[in-house]
C-alpha cells in the first residue's frame, strides 16, 4: 500500500513537471499574459494551471519579467531577503537576511554562471544550501540573476521576487480593529526586536494557558495532551476572518490528525 503511493507521487511530480517544462519551452523568448480571477475572499487567481507564478517551485523559477530593472540599493536589498527565504531562513530578521544573502552572493559570484549550473551538484558550498531546500530552483534563478547583475551592473534584473503574506486574514482584522497586539503578531506593524513574529505559535501558547486554567481536574489533564502545536492550529485560525464555522474548524482539526492519540 504504502509503495503503491509512492509510486502514484512519483507520477503525479513527473507529469506536473512534464507539463510545465513543455508550456515553457513553447514559451521560451516570448512576452505572454496571465488571467486572473478573485474569489470570494478577495484573493486573486491565475487562470493558467501548471505553469504560473503561484505554482510549483520549478514553474516559479522559470518565469521573468519581460520588462526588469537596474539594480540599486533598496532593490537590490530585496534580492538577498529572497536568497534567503528560499534557503529556509524566512524566519530572520531582515538585516540578518540581507546579511546572508551577501554572504550567499559573495560564495558564487566569481563563479561563470553556466558553469554554476552543469555542476552544482558537485560544488559543496551550492549543494548544502538545496539540501533539505523546498525551493531549488528559485534559489537557483535568484542567485543567477543577481551574479549576472552584479558582473553588469547595466544588466537588467528580471527575476520575480515572491513575498508571503503573514495570516493576511489576520492582518486586515488588526487593521480594521486597530489592535495593535495583533497587529505586531501578524507582522503588520514591526516590533523592536525586528523578528519575524508568528500569530499560529502565539495562539498555540494562549490555548495551552487557558486550558492550565480550567477547574475540572479530569478535563485539564485529559486537554493537556494534546499536542497543540502550529501546524495543527494554522488551518482553523487563519479561517477565522473568512466567516469559518465551529463544524468546519472541528473537521479541520480531526483531518489534521486532533483525535489521532487521543
Known sequence: KYKKK????????????KNILEIACILENTTFYFTHFMD?????????????YQGSDLARGLIEFDQGCVLNNKSESYVYQALANTT??????????????????NQFKHYDVNFLLDN????????ELLKNNDEQIQFLSL??????????????FN?????????????????????VNLAIMSNTLGNEEKIPQDVYTEISITAKEMINKIKD???RNVLAKIKLDRKLLKKPVMTIPYSVSLESMKKQLIKEGFFKEY
Not at 529556509?88 to 544573502?101: A, C, E, P, V, Y
Open 6 to 17: 509512492e509510486i502514484i507521487a512519483h507520477n503525479q511530480k513527473f507529469f506536473l513537471n
Open 40 to 52: 470570494f475572499r478577495g484573493r486573486i487567481y491565475s487562470n493558467v494551471d501548471y505553469f504560473n
Open 88 to 105: 529556509g531562513k524566512s524566519k530572520l530578521t531582515i538585516d540578518n537576511k540581507i546579511k546572508r544573502g551577501v554572504n550567499i552572493l
Open 120 to 127: 552544482f551538484e558537485n560544488i559543496t558550498e551550492l549543494r
Open 143 to 156: 542567485l543567477i540573476s543577481l551574479i549576472n547583475c552584479k558582473k553588469d551592473n547595466t544588466k537588467k
Open 159 to 179: 527575476t520575480p521576487i515572491c513575498f508571503d503574506a503573514t495570516c493576511s486574514g489576520m492582518q486586515h482584522l488588526s487593521a480594521l480593529f486597530s489592535d
Open 217 to 219: 481536574i479530569k478535563t
